[in-house]
């Protein structure tokens, strides 16, 4: 298994705040990407990158951010928290044509 | 619109029951995932098919290119098998498009 590490795991903070949460992987997979899980909804994309540098937006990708300025690291940023951002988030990784790998998810809450 | 759509929702089994779990999408696909999400916990690639059938252990995968279906089979199910399965697609790009995942609870 890629070996995926996300961090924070859990985080609550309050509205207007950034928050950046953060995906590690030591398998050098080149896709990369941030999902949200909410209920009702399927996992939904929020960006994703396909290489240092090389990112592009998903279907809900509206009040975040991202960066990859290495390949092991992606970034996702809340410039300004907002309750609906509440949600799971998964980062999961892949090398092409290959089943996606995903992190164990960080549960975030914004008060 | 969620272009792939999942039945039942919601499944309950008792052990050692026969399941099913049915997933169709929209359009042509690349490849179809099976995966599996653990009350609490992350979430694991069971399959990833573009024709025919898969197996491993209990756990068979089927997709029929022509009917754009795709079933999920689990034999001899037990209480570990209680999980979210979830279909997710692959329409000729990088990303995967989710279905919202059946959630199946198997009792002793």
């Known amino acids: 298994d890629a070996g995926i590490t996300q961090s924070p795991r859990h985080k609550v903070t309050e509205t207007g705040t950034p928050v950046t949460l953060r995906c590690h992987q030591t398998?050098?997979?080149?896709?990369m990407y941030w999902y949200r899980q909410d209920p009702g909804h399927g996992l939904r994309l929020i960006h994703y990158?396909?290489?240092?540098?090389?990112?592009d937006k998903g279907e809900v990708s509206d009040g975040y951010s991202v960066s990859r300025s290495k390949t092991e690291d992606f970034l996702l940023t809340l410039e300004s928290a907002t309750s609906s951002q509440t949600s799971v988030y998964f980062c999961?990784?892949?090398?092409?044509?290959?089943?996606?790998?995903f992190g164990d998810g960080t549960r975030l809450s914004i008060l | 619109k969620n272009e792939v759509e999942q039945s039942p929702q919601n499944l309950t089994a008792q052990e050692g029951e026969f399941i099913t779990i049915n997933c169709s999408y929209s359009?042509?696909?690349?490849?179809l995932h099976w995966l599996q999400q653990h009350p609490g916990g992350g979430i694991v690639s069971l399959f990833m098919l573009s024709s025919g059938k898969k197996k491993h252990g209990r756990l068979i995968a089927t997709i029929n290119i022509q009917e754009k279906h795709s079933s999920l089979h689990i034999t001899a199910s037990h209480p570990r098998d209680s999980a979210v399965y979830i279909c997710?697609?692959?329409?000729?790009?990088?990303?995967?498009?989710f279905g919202t995942g059946t959630r199946l609870q198997v009792f002793p």
């Open positions: 398998e050098n997979h080149r896709y």
């Open positions: 997710a697609v692959h329409y000729n790009t990088d990303k995967l498009i």
């Open positions: 999961a990784t892949t090398q092409g044509d290959q089943p996606q790998h």
């Open positions: 990158s396909y290489g240092v540098k090389d990112t």
């Open positions: 359009v042509g696909i690349s490849a």
